[in-house]
């Protein structure tokens, strides 16, 4: 039987094998929402990049770049890390160069190991699960954390997406575990559940409320984010 | 107001600065519930070692020396991990050196930058609550976890801890809220709890049911034991 596990934050990854897994890569608020958005609403594609030099590099080259840093934009780039700024006709076809504090840099660790690397979010739940089951891989979900430290919400999503996989995967690990109850505390009031994070309060601060509202909503889209190569493309 | 932070492994630990904090390590499933009972006991002093090397070389010292790998003994040393153990009238007064899997090696690395090391575990609970209080640092609560990962009953434990100072002490961090909130959904049977988590499970491999039993129950002793130098002494 395939087993799925959770890493908490990227800094445990050292700890898990991943030369037969997938990672699904998780960084609810912001990025990962993002990317799904994004590749929903007709983007090309998306390529992940871990620093803020590399972004302004493929921004030289033609790409529209996004880069945030501790939740703001970075000067100078074309887009922020707001999922609405997503939901743009000029965006439709364009080839997107993203940085963040900690969903791209997940990315990148994972791609070095894993089978296949992609993207998850509450948007796109059930997609996600009906594809990883037909998949023969072992699956890993890489919490993006906060500046290596575990969060609420990206552990809210790994236990979401064990909870939708337990019946096909064996959940063996603690980690999977306690990311499972969390979840199951809380799949009725997801928003209540996360209104006291740390993250939030960030996000608070800055007066971004209706992104959160919107991460946290399941299913939106139907699609999967997969990484070829270093950009991320939809599989419908 | 003070702040209490919970690291659920010590591979996070390098995130934490522990200049005025307090670090309690908790490595319930048995380390830390043995050095707490050796203490209430009567056993005058645990020094905790990282290596097997470094426990023989005390064991030819004179030393009554514990060697864990695995959750096994060591060949060729006096006593195993099992909190029973450590209630024998020849241990009164003794002096003990102890290394484990995960728990000794995480006091090693807390006490390398912590203002002081305490030792927490369910059986002294409100010992270690009370006396915290009266401290004026910041807690850190450092789980021992297992090889690197977070596991189920240290994390209770953290959250057990939390949620006893939480009028005193200010809870920032993600990782303490989910801790906190995994001991609130389980407080009332811990025992059924942790009966899926992955210690448990290979504890029972190795029949020792009674002392997962024994390690979860509260507040059975009033001690706080603390490190003096490279050494555990017990507070009353």
Chains 1, 2 share one sequence.
Request: hydrophobic share 45%; aromatic share 6%.
């Amino acid at each position: 039987m395939k087993q799925l596990d959770v890493c908490l934050t990227p800094d445990l990854l050292h700890l898990h094998k991943l030369n037969n897994s997938i990672v699904v890569v998780a960084d609810v608020f912001r990025a990962t929402s993002c990317m799904v958005t994004g590749l929903a609403y007709g983007v090309k594609s998306i390529t992940p990049v871990a620093s803020v030099e590399e972004c302004k590099f493929l921004q030289d080259k033609g790409f529209i770049a996004a880069a945030e840093r501790d939740a703001r934009k970075v000067e100078g780039f074309d887009l922020d890390n707001s999922p609405f700024s997503y939901m743009n006709e000029r965006l439709i076809g364009s080839q997107i160069a993203m940085t963040t504090t900690n969903g791209t840099l997940s990315i990148s660790k994972a791609k070095a190991s894993a089978v296949k690397v992609m993207i998850g979010s509450f948007l796109n739940l059930g997609a996600l699960a009906n594809h990883l089951r037909s998949e023969p891989y072992d699956i890993l979900v890489l919490c993006a954390g906060w500046k290596g430290r575990p969060n609420l919400e990206d552990t809210l999503f790994a236990g979401a997406l064990a909870d939708a996989l337990k019946d096909e995967f064996m959940l063996l690990e603690d980690g999977t575990l306690m990311a499972q109850r969390l979840y199951d505390q809380s799949r009725d009031n997801l928003l209540a559940s996360v209104s006291n994070s740390s993250h939030v309060r960030r996000l608070q601060r800055l007066g971004i409320q209706k992104d959160i509202s919107y991460c946290l909503q399941r299913d939106l889209y139907d699609i999967v984010p997969v990484l070829r190569g270093s950009t991320l493309v939809a599989m419908h």
